[in-house]
């Protein structure tokens, strides 16, 4: 059995988000659909998945929203249900920066289709940007892609002012190019750069998904894996699923070799986490990994398994 994933989102302003909200769960639900959806005043965001033409009666009922006539989506498969069940959530901000008033649809930076990002990243001209957190910047990024280091979207502005005065003490006034995972984050990221007077501001239409999905691999400037925000945890070239596992102590991806580390326990900790963890949590582990691995046994799925971080 194959299962379609579809990552969307849209900037639209919904003069009544709950009811948006109300209206996207019960259509998700009718579809069969599981997922994440994130639903605010400016828009929704979001990833689910379902099965054959399921996820194409669910888009249908997403593009048939206010606003949302021309939503877009990238398309992925995945052999089993990457998600354990639909959550729909009614939020302040569908990707959250804390800067009010940043609205991408009257401010924002310069579209590139992933056709022409290389010529764009590859000009000296150019200062490129990884919006992401910093363990999703770890598992893979683009050549030369700046790493804000960042633990939340919410730092990113402190932190683009800071790198802004360094550029300005230096006498540079360089193109700015950003990306994400799914192109959300980056294109409120050139919204909120903007706005703070800077003009030369690009971004990768699609995100860094798009990127992988029709940029050959021989041609690519992309250099490990991206990091998703489902069960499949992260995927490569061509949207193939990749290596990563999720660690349940951190919700940070694991390596293969990571796995081989003395410190990594399934369920329990990873190299990153295994220092932190109290006593009470590495018990609640234990016993939650316990029942995961009875469930195994009897082959069925184990429904407590926490999903990965929200966002792209």
Known sequence: MSFRVSAFYKFTPFEHPAGIRHRVESALRAAGAKGTVLVAS????????????????????????????????????????????????????????????TDPNQLVGTYVAPEEWNTLISDPDTVLIDTRNDYEYAIGTFEGAIDPETESFREFPDWFRDFRDRLEEQGRKPKIAMFCTGGIRCEKATSFVKSEGVNDVYHLKGGILKYLENVPEPESKWRGECFVFDQRVSVGHGLEIGEYELCHGCKRPVSEADRADPRYEEGISCPACHGTLTEEQRARFAERQKQVELARQRGVAHIGRTPAKTGK
Do not use: Q, Y
């Open 42 to 101: 400016e828009g929704l965001n979001g990833t689910i998945a379902a099965e054959g033409t399921a996820l194409d009666e669910a888009m249908a009922a997403l593009t048939a929203l206010p606003g949302c006539a021309d939503l877009e989506w990238k398309e992925s498969h995945a052999d089993t249900m990457p998600f354990w069940r639909l959550k729909v959530r009614l939020k302040r901000e569908i990707v959250t920066m804390g800067i009010p008033d």
